[in-house]
């Protein structure tokens, strides 16, 4: 199902997806740790990264694919996910279980959605 309308808040990163009957907001980074692509994905489900410390990142480009999908450029240099509109469907509606699942994962892998801040100072 294609959406009637797609809206990229840049501010807040958050991709709009309009519906006939139904809105639902996607983060860039729920968007990002979902990303389709074999990097992400792997070619089997054993072969699937965990992605983390991806909490800021941002959308930097959004290109439609012909009729069947849209693929995203994030703020870390993530390009290589097309997002079927099957997809992109089925992220908006398994949101709740889907990020309850990643959450669990990361805290029992010891991971955080927050990058590492590393700060270099000159010291007297």
Same mark, same amino acid.
């Given at each position: 199902?294609?959406?009637?309308?797609?809206?990229?808040?840049?501010?807040?990163?958050?991709?709009?997806?309009?519906?006939?009957? &139904?809105?639902?907001?996607? %983060?860039?980074? /729920? @968007? +990002?740790?979902?990303?389709?692509?074999? #990097?992400?994905?792997?070619?089997?489900?054993?072969?699937?990264?965990?992605?983390?410390?991806?909490?800021?990142?941002?959308?930097?480009?959004?290109?439609?694919?012909?009729?069947?999908?849209?693929?995203?450029?994030?703020?870390?240099?993530? &390009?290589?996910?097309?997002? %079927?509109?099957? /997809? @992109? +469907?089925?992220?908006?509606?398994?949101? #709740?279980?889907?990020?309850?699942?990643?959450?669990?994962?990361?805290?029992?892998?010891?991971?955080?959605?927050?990058?590492?801040?590393?700060?270099?100072?000159?010291?007297?």
């Amino acid at each position: 199902m294609i959406p009637k309308k797609i809206i990229i808040h840049k501010k807040s990163a958050i991709l709009e997806l309009i519906y006939s009957k &139904d809105v639902y907001n996607l %983060s860039a980074e /729920y @968007l +990002r740790v979902f990303s389709p692509s074999a #990097e992400v994905q792997g070619h089997s489900p054993s072969q699937a990264v965990l992605e983390y410390g991806k909490k800021l990142v941002q959308f930097s480009n959004l290109e439609r694919q012909g009729n069947y999908a849209i693929k995203f450029t994030f703020s870390d240099g993530h &390009d290589s996910g097309i997002y %079927s509109w099957d /997809y @992109l +469907r089925e992220l908006a509606i398994n949101y #709740e279980k889907n990020w309850r699942a990643y959450e669990e994962q990361l805290q029992s892998q010891g991971k955080r959605r927050e990058s590492i801040l590393i700060e270099v100072k000159n010291s007297t």
